[in-house]
C-alpha cells in the first residue's frame, strides 16, 4: 500500500491543533499560534495540490483509496477519492488559510482556541469529502458540528447563543433521520462501503423512505427552502472566519452528499423525488432572492443570496444532465470563492466602523478605492457576469434544467436577473453614492493581509471564469460515470 | 460438595465486611484505615472474579440456585471497578461534610455484595436476597449525611418507595411461584407457556420492581429527589453502580424464565424505553440543579438501554450492556467534574456555578465539553458509539418507531447538554474554585475524559469483550 495520503490529509491539521493546544495561550495577537495553524494549512494545501496532480483524470473509479478494518466485522475506515471530491478537497485547503490570515482583526480574545477549532473544523472537512464507508461519512459530516457550534458561540455577535443552538439543533434534528437510513441500509445491503454499494444497488422498495431520511439531513444543511432560517442567523453572529467556513465549505457538503449518495445510491427514488427538488430548489432561488433585496444587513443579504445560488446548485444536480451537475459542481466551488470572498469584504468594512447595515455606508468608492473595486469584481461574479466563475456555473445549471424541464428553467432563469438586483443594488447603497456618514471618512484602505487574502480569491475567480477546463477535466469522467450508473441502476430495478 | 472456588468472591467480601465492622469498633478514628481496606478489598475482590470466573463456562451451583457464567463475571467485575471508583474519588467530599466515617465504606462494601448476589442470581429466592442486601444499604447510605434536611428526606423518599416496589416484585413472584411451582428460573422458563391471563399479572408485577430500581419512566419519580438530596458522592454510587446490576437482573428475567412469553413483554420494554427516552429529555430542559438535571439524564439513558434490551437479539443485550459501560464512564467523569467545583469547603452543583468556566479553568471546561458532547452522543465521542449500537441492534428487527423516537429525542436531549455547554463557555466568568484536588479525582477524570475521547480508534475491543455474551 503507498503512503495514505488522503488519512495524511485529514490528521494533519489535527497535530497542527494538538501542538496549538500544548502551546501556552497569550493575550492578545498570539503569533506563535497563528503562524503554527498557518503554516500547518499551507503544507495541507500543498498536499493537496500535490493530489491533484497526480491524479488521474481519465478514470472515473476511486483513488488513493485506503481501506482499514476499524470495527470488526461491521465498518471499515475507507477514504477515496474521484473526481467530484477532489475539487471539494482542494477547495476546504484553499480556503482554511486565508481564514487563517483573516483573523487578525475579527478575533480579539482566545485567539489559540479559535484556531484550534478552525483547524479541527478542516480535518472533519475534509474526511467528509474523502469518506468512502457510509458510517465513517456521518461521523465527520456531525463532528463538524462541535466546533462550528463554539465558533459561533464563543466568538460570535450578541445573538450568537441563540444562533449557536438554532445552528446546531437545527443540523442534528435533519441528521438523525440520516443515521437511521444508514444503519438501515446495513441491514438491506450488508454493507455500508460505498463502492460495493454502487455496485449492488439497493432494492427499489426501500429507496424512497431512505432517500428522504438522507434528504432531510441534506435539506437542513445546503439549506434548502423552508429550512434555511439557521443559516441567516449563525452567519450574522458568527465572526467573518466562521462565517467564511460556513459559506464556502460547510454548505457545499450537502451539495457533495446529494451527488454521492442520493444519485449515486438511490436512482429510483431520486427519480421520484425530482419535482420536489425542483419545486424547493425553484422557490428557494425566487423566493429568498426577493428577501435578500429586503435586507438591511450586509451579512443577512449575503446568507440569503447564498440559499438562492445553494437552490441553483439543487436544481442542476437533479436535472441528472451532465451539463446540469458539473454546473452545480462548478458552481458549488465558484460560491465557496465568491461567498468567501464577499464575507470578508463584509468583515473588512465591519473592523474598521463596527456595523453591517447598509444604511450606515455609502460614497466610499473615493475613500477606500482598492476594496471598492476588489469588492466589485465578488459582486459581478455573485451575479454571474460572464468571465467570472459564477457565470459558467449558472450557465451550465440553466442548459441542463432547460434540456430537462422549460418551465423551471425559465423561473430560475428569473432567479439571475434577481441576483443582479439585489447584488448590484447592494453595492451601489455601499460603495456609491453621496458620502453621508461623515465617520466614513477616517477609514483606512485594505492592508497587507487583506490585500492578499481577497487577491488570493480573485484570481482563481477570474481564471476559472475565463478558463474552466481544469475543473470541467478533472469532473467530466466522474460526472459521466455517475449519470452512466444511475441510469443503468434505474433501469434494472 | 460444591465448588466453593466459584462463590470464593461473595465469600471474601462478606469476611471483609464482618472483619472491617469489628475492626470499626475496636480501633478508635478507624476510617481512614476502614477506607483504604474497602478500596483493596473491592480490588482484591475484582482480581479474584477474574481468576476464579471468567474463563469458566456455565456453571450452576446449590441446586441451580446460583448461576456463574460469563455475563455474570463481567457484570461483577464492572460493578466492582466502578464501585473502586467511587468510593476513591469521594475521599475529599465526604472529609468536608464531617461524614468520613467508618461506616461508609462498609455500606458501600454490603451493597456490592447484594449486587453481585443479585448478578449470580438464578432463582427468585436468592434474587429477592440480594435485592434487598444492596437496597438496605442504598437508603443508609442516601441519608448519609444526616445533619442535612434534604438528604434524610432523600432517604426516607427512598426507602419508602422502594420498600412499595419491592412488595410489588415480591407479589409478582409469589404469582410466578404459583403457576410454576418453583423459583427456579430455568424450571420457571419450562413451565410457562401458557397465555395465561394472571401470569401476565405476574410479569408486569416483577417488570414494574425491576423498572423501579433502574428508575424508569413512568416508575421514576424517586430518582431526582434521592438524586438530588443524597451527597453527592452517593448519588454518583447511585448513577453508575447499582444499575448494572439491576440491568443483568433485568436481562436474565427476560431471557431466562420469561423467554418463552416475549410477545407479553416486549411492548412493555419497549414502551418504557420510549417513555424514559422522551420524558428523561423534556424533564430535564428545565433544571437548575447540575445533581437533578443528571438524575433526569440518567432516566434518558436508561431508556436507550431498555431500547437494546426489546429487541430480544443476542446483539441487543450486548449493545446494551456496551452502552451501559460507557455511560458509566461518562458518569464517573462528569461527577468528577462535579466534585471539583469547591470553594473553600463549599461545593457547588447549580448549573450557574459554571458560568464562564473556560476562563478561569480552560482544562477543566474542556473536559466537560467532551463529556457533555459525549452525553448528548454527538460523533466520534464514546456517547455517539453507545446509541450507534443500540440502533444498529434495534433497525436489525426492523423497529423502525422505536429507533426514530429515540434518535428525536437525543436532538432535545442535545439542547439540555448544549445549555451547560454554553453556560461555561459563553457566559461571564465567577470567581475561581479551587484547584488543590485529590490525585485520584484528577486522575478518574483524566483517564475517563480520554477514554470517551479516543474510543473511536479502538471501538472493536469492547465488542470483543461482550460478543461472548449469548443468553438467547
Redesign the interface.
Known sequence: MNFPILSSLILLPIVGALFLFFTK?KEGNNLTAKYVALFTTVVNFLISIYLWISFDQSTSSFQFIEDR????GFINYKVGIDGISILFIILTTFITPLCIISVNNSVKNRLRDFLIAILIMESFMIGVFCALDL?VF??FF??G??PM??II??WGGPK??YS??KF??YT??GS??M??AI??I??IAGTTDVIQLYELGIDAKYQNLLWLAFFSSFAVKTPMWPVHTWLPDAHVEAPTAGSVLLAAILLKMAGYGFIRFSLGLFPDASEIFTPLIYTLSVIAIVFTSLIALMQEDMKKLIAYSSVAHMGFVTLGIFTIQQQGIEGSIIQMISHGLVSAALFLCVGVVYDRMHSRLISSYGGIVTIIPKYSILFMLFTLAALGLPGTSGFVGEFLILMGAFKDNFLVAVIASLGVILGAAYMLWLYKRVVFGKLINTDLKSMVDLNKSEYFILTCLAIPTLFFGIYPDPLINTIEVSVNDLINMYNINLNNN | MENLNLILPEIFISLSIMFLLILGVYKKEGSKLTFNISLLVLLITAVITFNETFAISRTTLFNDSVVIDYMASLMKIITLLGAFLALIISSSYLKTFKIFKIEYPILILSSVLGMMVMISSNDLMVFYMGLELQSLALYVLATFNRDQLKSSEAGLKYFVLSALSSGLLLYGCSLIYGFSGSTNFNIISNQLNSNEYVLTFGIVFILVGLAFKISAVPFHMWAPDVYQGSPTTVTLFFTMVPKIAALTVFIRFLYVPFLNLIDQWQMIIIFLSIASMVFGAVAAIGQTNIKRLIAYSSIGHIGYTLAGLATASNEGIQSSIIYISIYLVMNLALFSCLLMLRRKDQYYEDIDNLSGLSKNHPLLSLCLLVILFSLAGIPPLAGFFAKFYVFKAVLEQSMYFLAIVGLLSTVVAAFYYLRIIKVIYFDKEKDKYDTDHSFWLKFSLTVSTILILLYFIFPSQLIEVVSRINII
Open positions: 495561550d478494518t476499524w470495527i470488526e458510517v456521518y461521523l456531525e463532528a458540528l462541535i457550534f463554539l458561540g464563543i450568537r447563543v449557536a443552538f446546531f439543533l442534528l434534528l438523525v433521520l443515521l437511521v444503519i438501515s446495513y441491514w
